[in-house]
């Protein structure tokens, strides 16, 4: 009889725990993604006034390299800490959208599109409202 208990009680844990790891996995890629998209610009800029002192490629170095070690962490993530389908589509979800910032990332810096259209647009709204 307590083998019975003692076995439903290791089974109620097991989903708490699964639960506990997925948050994990999302705290630890949203403080990451913080990190790489707000903190590495601001560590990399170094102003005097309106003088920029700091390098852009710098900057765009660091966060390039950022999201792919990002990227690469969750990928074996999935194939050696998750332990449940969930949790390999979690740390999936994230891969993709490191990847994805990477490739946006890549191209902004290497000149293939820009978002002067998305400046226009905001420079349009500010002048009528």
């Known amino acids: 009889m307590r083998k019975k ?6 089974k109620r844990d097991a989903p708490s725990a699964l639960l506990v790891l997925r ?4 705290l630890v890629n949203s403080f990451l993604l913080i990190v790489i998209l707000i ?14 002192l700091s ?3 710098k900057a765009h170095r660091l ?3 950022g999201l792919a070690l990002a990227a690469a962490a969750n990928a074996i993530a999935a194939v050696s800490i998750a332990k449940g389908r969930k949790e ?26 820009n978002f ?14």
């Not at 903190?39 to 920029?52: E, V």
């Not at 002067?116 to 409202?129: R, Y």
Request: some cysteine.
């Open 63 to 65: 966060t390039l390299w």
């Open 5 to 10: 208990k003692n076995e439903s009680k290791s």
């Open 23 to 26: 948050l994990a996995i999302q």
């Open 39 to 52: 903190g590495i610009p601001a560590i990399t800029s170094a102003r005097f006034g309106n003088l920029q």
């Open 88 to 113: 390999r589509v979690v740390c999936g979800w994230w891969v993709a959208g490191f990847l994805a910032l990477l490739a946006v990332e890549y191209l902004h810096f290497n000149g293939y599109f």
């Open 116 to 129: 002067n259209w998305l400046k226009q647009a905001l420079l349009w709204v500010q002048s009528h409202f």
């Open 55 to 57: 390098s852009a490629p």
